[in-house]
Nanobody, 124 residues
């Protein structure tokens, strides 16, 4: 069975940290671009970060640059998102996305396998 499974969400105070994990089950992350989207209540889903398998290049939304770090371990078939200095506006459901058509991050995505989402709440 092919699945994308996220973990690591939770409740954290402002300024705190969380690490999200995204595991690919039943397929390899080789030759894929992988990333994270998030959706806050009442807002559209937005791209947060992406990492390419082709050259290891990364992309970050301006709102998270300098605070979030994306990485991948192809042997473990897992993508990580380290989130530091979290702010209340980072609250939302975070979704892992694996583009099985493209190996390089770009403005457009191909065929995406989505995870089920993990809730991140930043609140005091």
């Amino acid at each position: 069975q092919v699945q994308v499974v996220e973990s690591g969400g939770g409740l954290v105070q402002p300024g705190g940290s969380l690490r999200l994990s995204c595991a690919a089950i039943g397929f390899t992350l080789d030759y894929t671009a992988s990333g994270w989207f998030r959706q806050a209540p009442g807002k559209e889903r937005e791209g947060v970060s992406c990492i390419s398998s082709s050259d290891g290049s990364t992309y970050y939304a301006d709102s998270v640059k300098g605070r979030f770090t994306i990485s991948r371990d192809n042997a473990k078939k897992t993508v990580y998102l380290q989130m530091n200095n979290l702010k209340p506006e980072d609250t939302g459901v975070y979704y892992c996305a694996v583009d099985i058509e493209r190996s390089t991050c770009g403005k457009r995505w191909g065929t995406i396998r989505w995870g089920q989402g993990t809730q991140v709440t930043v609140s005091s």
